[in-house]
């Protein structure tokens, strides 16, 4: 095992970097899960969470090598941004999937067909039906809400690293 004074400073860094994002990741999760809009939200909403996990440490490791090891390969910076786009699109995918999928649990348990059944039953029925209605259109569109924002900030943080590297093409 190496003494202290025999790691580099790059490792020092690059260990407190994952540190913080690892502190970092734990306490947005427990906050997340913590949130009303989430924990009423459907199971299909974790598999996305997995993937946002996914997608930060890509983004976090490119940010690394452009920054802090001042790493210029273009090519395989490239290659994790066309993964970082393509999780992105992936996580849009899970929503609509979870989406739909929703829709036809919800009908199956109401024994109502649909989006449009379960409004009906809102509008109809007593309070008891008008409660599960709520919570049902509750559940899948707070996944499809949080595929579309994971979808957009994966979109952005894109962008974002794109521009960056085109800089690097361009010298």
């Given at each position: 095992m190496k003494e202290t004074s025999q790691i580099k400073p790059k490792q020092w860094v690059a260990t407190v970097f994952w540190l913080a994002a690892l502190f970092i990741f734990v306490m947005l999760t427990k906050g997340i899960s913590t949130i009303h809009f989430i924990s009423e939200a459907s199971l299909l909403i974790w598999p996305i969470f997995a993937?946002?996990?996914?997608?930060?440490?890509?983004?976090?490791?490119?940010?690394?090598?452009?920054?802090?090891k001042k790493d210029n390969d273009v090519r395989k910076l490239q290659e994790g941004l066309t993964l970082l786009l393509v999780l992105g699109g992936v996580s849009l995918f899970l929503g609509t999937f979870g989406y739909v999928a929703e829709i036809f649990t919800?009908?199956?348990?109401?024994?109502?067909?649909?989006?449009?059944g379960i409004i009906t039953m809102i509008?109809?029925?007593?309070?008891?039906?008008?409660s599960i209605g709520i919570t049902?259109?509750?559940?899948?569109n707070a996944l499809a809400m949080v595929s579309i924002w994971i979808s957009i900030l994966t979109s952005l943080i894109w962008f974002i690293l794109r521009n960056k590297i085109k800089t690097f093409e361009q010298v």
């Open positions: 993937l946002v996990l996914v997608i930060l440490v890509l983004s976090i490791s490119i940010v690394y090598s452009i920054y802090i919800a009908a199956i348990e109401t024994n109502y067909s649909g989006i449009f509008v109809d029925k007593s309070d008891q039906m008008f049902q259109i509750l559940k899948f």
